[in-house]
């Protein structure tokens, strides 16, 4: 009897000891899995942050292109109205003149 009691315990010994082994690795893979975790959301909001970074550029980019696409405009139909002006400015100061005293 004594060597089964013995026996027992020492099973009981064992299979403590494989207990404690096995919450120490699962503990090793759940703080290995908090890592990887970790490591992927930092590499994710890199590529993120990066990515923001250039489409924000991309973005001035245009935004510049656009405005120097509407000045150059704007400059155009501002010369267009100056040289209408300077070539017909008599013509309407006349017809002008002419609707006043018409009335």
Do not use: G
């Not at 155009?76 to 006349?94: F, N, P, S, T, V």
């Amino acid at each position: 009897m004594q060597t089964v009691i013995q026996k027992l315990s020492e099973i009981e010994t064992a299979a403590t000891r494989i207990m404690d082994d096995a919450a120490a690795k699962k503990k090793q893979m759940d703080q290995k899995y908090q890592d990887d975790c970790d490591a992927f959301d930092r590499k994710l909001d890199e590529e993120t942050s990066k990515r923001l970074e250039e489409l924000r550029k991309s973005l001035d980019t245009a935004a510049e292109h656009d405005l120097e696409d509407i000045n150059m405009q704007t400059a155009k139909a501002l010369e267009d109205l100056d040289r209408r002006y300077d070539m017909q400015h008599e013509k309407w100061a006349e017809q002008i003149f002419n609707h006043l005293i018409r009335k």
